[in-house]
């Protein structure tokens, strides 16, 4: 299975994006999907995630604000982020595993990610 995240951008504090993450070659609905962010010169940090059930895992940060979803029949999965603020800039990164996990290594195939990029 390959990943491929796309629809970062450049947008204003308070604005919305919708990356998307499309798997190729398989399929990940019998597993768990998640996003992850990672800024200039910090760690990567997951940001949702998403388990086959439903259940879903959020970051402090982002809860409120940031909604995961998966839309199976064409095996993509969403991160829509609304009302955005300058701490959310990152390169964000889909990652697929077999069920949600804490940890990045439990994620077992990554996207290339894509850059969102919020002005004040």
């Known amino acids: 299975v390959q990943l491929q995240a796309s629809g970062g951008g450049l947008v204003q504090a308070g604005g919305s994006l919708r990356p998307s993450c499309v798997a190729s070659?398989?399929?990940?609905?019998?597993?768990?999907v998640a996003w992850y962010r990672q800024a200039p010169g910090k760690e990567r940090e997951q940001v949702a995630a998403?388990?086959?059930?439903?259940?879903?895992k959020y970051a402090e940060s982002v809860k409120g604000r940031f909604t995961i979803s998966r839309h199976n029949g064409i095996n993509t999965t969403y991160l829509q982020m609304n009302s955005l603020k300058p701490e959310d800039t990152a390169v964000y990164y889909c990652a697929s595993g077999p069920r949600v996990g804490v940890e990045a290594y439990e994620y077992h195939v990554w996207g290339q990610g894509t850059q969102v990029t919020v002005s004040s």
């Open positions: 070659g398989g399929t990940f609905s019998n597993g768990a």
């Open positions: 998403l388990a086959s059930g439903g259940m879903t």
